[in-house]
């Protein structure tokens, strides 16, 4: 049977199959493999088991950077917030041209002993005025910032919520 | 003043480029020639408007006119020269309108070399191009004007991000949005001959030069960016799966599809209907690429120019331009019957099985690029899919490509035989399959799959030329002499398939790559990767626009110091800003990858060692790529355009 209706089968069949497969990679991978991007306050409220891997996002506390040395090995430590919880944050890497205290930052890791977040990859942002969607919303909900006069205020004031007049 | 005129110029351009989209759409039904002379006119002035009023904006950045918004805010006077033109497209506004100046670029390009083409095909076509860069244009206009004065203006400008000054800018973003745009006449011509209602082996041949020539452009964007952001710190190295970069390979995937399918229509006149869809949906991805990434719906951590307030007017854009196609398509797809047939086992069936695959990796990463944004939606949590998703999921889909990209070349027409084929790819299935055993057994499984992969690839495109030369079965001398007389086609799609197998010996050498970060004092040494790394001296020095703190780096291996690296920081004044410069060897097959991260308190230096085993594959293979394509546009068959068969004969049935 040499039909052009047979080889039409055929070439329907092998799409077919092809899309099936691609939809079955696609839901096993988002089944093993989807990574939750937490703000600092949701990790506090619901910690994620220990090894599963996530993408933590805020703002680098100010004041919260050091280096410690083990060997020639160095670890650097930092806190991640988001104006209203911080996390630790340990990284043994270089960091990003535009890491820097008050920065937005992405970490990707999973969290260790001790509540400190492992991170295996840290990313910063390439706009100088990035701020998280959580930030923005804490912000502007405890007043201390309407996008209307200016830009925000520096990171370090968020932790201590003084409210100022303009800027 | 000339900041006036060229916002000015704009205007006109808006005006030129409307009328140039309705003359060209509807003259032709009027059957008035006026029109149809009138078209490619409109074109050309429409295009001279837009170069006017961008060499108005580069004029503006080059005296550093701070009353321009755009140039204070994105430009300084210490800013060295190069970036003071290239930071005109490191922005959002400007590079909206070098967007628009490439695309009335296209639309010149058309009106110029389509003398060939049918006077109504070519207003029709012009019409297309013409309303796409009309709405663009209103929206640089109207939204965001690049030319935008200030007063009273700043005695000095902001400057430019320290981390864009960079000869990449120079270059990736004009490259990369000469692929994306080129599309555009790829995707006017699937819309001109819907219209026209005809679908023949004449519209085969007038699409592919174009896909071809924009495919190629967006070949060397990619691998341009990808080099970018490998020898940048914190963008995540060659290839990160992040939206941005998953927004070229989209248009890149369906466009490697287009150029294999337009083959099959010129050929063999099958798979009409689907290769008018497949120009259709290259040129909504490179829309949707450039806009949804700047719409501020993905989050990127290269989206240096966003304007999330522009969202709406780009989305409405968007959804005119590929709803409308679309909604075309479906009314006229029925018009378009399949005239070829071809057995299961063909080079036709190679190229179907080639463009599904590709299809499906394309649908794939659409998923995992746009679910995000839905999950966030739709069900309120922050998600977001990395490299492990794809990496899952891409690498089984091209596992299929790379074994048909052996085959597929050396099958014939209509119907062929395995056999035959399968006998002739002894040599590169007999190396592929050691090249594997070997890495296997030293437990790089991943690295063996790729490596082989991407020998077998290699080979088995040199088997197709050396049995196109009949080399080993002739004379030398006659085999040469083959080669040169052999179409340019054939050796560009041998050259494009070189490439690829390179680029995936590239990926899969990179999977052994080795990290090491350390502090060292001066004086003291580290071991990486078998060499010795010793860390010389750290010193300052002088730069145009900063100050810099340079690390002398010595390697060395058991015959002693054989380079010596100086990785160094620069502190930017005016932004108060630190970058980090790499310093790179590379041998061609190896890069030793050296970053001087930071100065430690008690003196030393942090330092990042890397050795990347096949690394500058990446790129290479994705210059070979590029040049396959140039190659094969140099064709003769295109160069000529000798009029087909098919074309004469429709011409005389019409």
């Given amino acids: ?167 | 003043m000339i900041p006036e005129l060229g916002h000015f110029a704009l205007a006109c351009a808006v005006a030129l480029a409307f009328a140039q989209g309705v003359v060209g759409i509807f003259g032709p039904s009027l059957r008035d020639p006026r029109a149809l002379y009138a078209t490619p006119l409109l074109a050309c002035s429409h295009f001279a408007a837009v170069a006017g009023s961008f060499l108005a904006l580069v004029w503006a950045g080059v005296v550093s006119d701070f009353t321009v918004e755009n140039i204070a805010d994105f430009s300084s006077a210490a800013t060295p020269l190069l970036y003071r033109i290239t930071g005109i497209w490191g922005n959002h506004d400007g590079s909206m309108l070098l967007w628009c100046l490439i695309l009335s670029l296209c639309g010149l390009a058309v009106a110029l070399f389509g003398g060939e083409l049918p006077a109504s095909l070519r207003a029709r076509v012009l019409g297309v191009l013409g309303l796409i860069s009309g709405g663009f244009l209103l929206f640089t206009l109207s939204v965001s004007d690049p030319f935008t004065r200030i007063w009273p203006p700043p005695l000095n400008g902001a400057g430019m991000n320290p981390i864009l000054q960079d000869p990449g800018l120079a270059f990736h973003p004009p490259v990369l949005y000469t692929g994306y745009v080129g599309f555009s006449v790829a995707f006017a011509f699937a819309i001109a001959a819907l219209i026209e209602g005809r679908v023949d082996a004449a519209f085969g041949r007038w699409v592919r030069p174009w896909a071809l020539l924009s495919w190629c452009f967006l070949t060397s964007g990619i691998a341009l960016g990808s080099w970018w952001s490998y020898y940048t710190l914190g963008w995540g190295g060659y290839w990160f799966w992040d939206p941005v970069e998953n927004a070229a390979l989209l248009p890149w995937l369906t466009g490697t599809a287009l150029l294999h399918c337009a083959i099959v229509v010129e050929k063999r006149e099958a798979l009409k209907a689907w290769t008018v869809l497949l120009a259709i949906a290259t040129f909504s991805l490179s829309l949707s690429g450039t806009f949804l990434v700047r719409s501020g719906i993905l989050n990127s951590v290269h989206s240096f120019a966003a304007a999330p307030d522009q969202g709406l007017f780009i989305l409405a854009l968007l959804g005119l331009t590929i709803g409308g196609s679309l909604l075309l398509f479906a009314i006229r797809a029925p018009v378009l019957a399949a005239a070829g047939i071809f057995a299961p086992i063909s080079r036709e069936s190679a190229l179907v099985l080639n463009n599904v695959f590709l299809c499906a990796i394309a649908a794939v990463v659409f998923t995992g690029t746009l679910y995000p944004p839905f999950a966030n939606l739709l069900f309120g949590v922050q998600l977001s899919v990395g490299a492990p998703f794809f990496n899952q999921t891409v690498l089984p889909l091209a596992a299929p490509i790379i074994i048909a990209m052996g085959f597929g070349p050396l099958l014939a027409w209509k119907r062929a035989d395995f056999a035959p084929v399968l006998q002739r790819l002894y040599l590169a299935g007999g190396v592929a399959a050691v090249v594997f055993l070997v890495m296997a057994a030293n437990r790089h499984i991943i690295a063996a799959l790729g490596l082989a992969g991407g020998a077998w690839v290699v080979l088995a495109a040199f088997t197709d030329l050396a049995q196109r030369v009949r080399l080993f079965r002739v004379p030398l001398g006659q085999s040469v002499a083959r080669f040169f007389t052999m179409p340019r086609a054939s050796i560009g799609a041998a050259l494009g398939h070189i490439g690829f197998g390179v680029t995936v010996l590239g990926i899969a050498g990179m999977t052994l790559a080795l990290q090491s970060v350390v502090v060292l004092q001066p004086g003291q040494s580290t071991k990486m990767g078998g060499y010795v790394w010793t860390l010389q001296d750290i010193h300052s020095a002088p730069g145009p626009n900063y100050t810099r703190r340079v690390a002398d780096i010595t390697v060395a291996d058991k015959d002693g110091v054989f380079l010596r690296l100086h990785p160094s920081r620069r502190f930017f004044t005016t932004q108060k800003t630190i970058t980090n410069d790499a310093a790179i060897h590379t041998n061609g097959f190896r890069d030793l990858y050296a970053v001087f991260a930071d100065e430690s308190a008690g003196g030393g230096a942090e330092l990042r060692l890397n050795d990347h085993p096949m690394a500058p594959e990446i790129w290479i293979g994705g210059l070979i790529m590029a040049l396959g394509g140039f190659f094969s546009l140099s064709d003769r068959r295109l160069r000529v355009g000798a009029p087909s068969r098919k074309r004469v004969a429709a011409a005389v049935a019409s």
């Fill in chain 1, 1 to 167: 049977m040499r039909t052009p209706k047979r080889r039409r089968l055929y070439l329907v069949l092998a799409c077919g199959l092809c899309f099936a497969a691609a939809v079955g990679l696609t839901l096993a991978a988002f089944s093993s493999s989807l990574t939750y991007f937490l703000s600092p306050r949701q990790l506090v409220a619901k910690p994620p088991p220990m090894g599963q891997s996530f993408r933590l996002g805020g703002i680098v506390e100010v004041g919260s950077v050091s280096t410690t040395l083990a060997g020639t090995t160095p670890t650097t430590h930092f806190a991640v917030t988001d104006g209203r919880a911080a996390v630790d944050v340990r990284y043994t890497g270089v960091l990003p041209d535009l890491f820097r205290e008050g920065q937005g930052v992405v970490a990707i890791g999973s969290m260790g002993p001790g509540g400190v977040f492992v991170a295996d990859e840290v990313l910063a942002k390439h706009g100088a005025a990035y701020m998280p969607k959580d930030v923005e919303q804490a912000l502007k909900e405890a007043g201390k910032w309407n996008p209307k006069f200016g830009p925000p205020p520096p990171a370090s004031t968020w932790n201590t919520m003084q409210v100022k007049a303009g800027s």
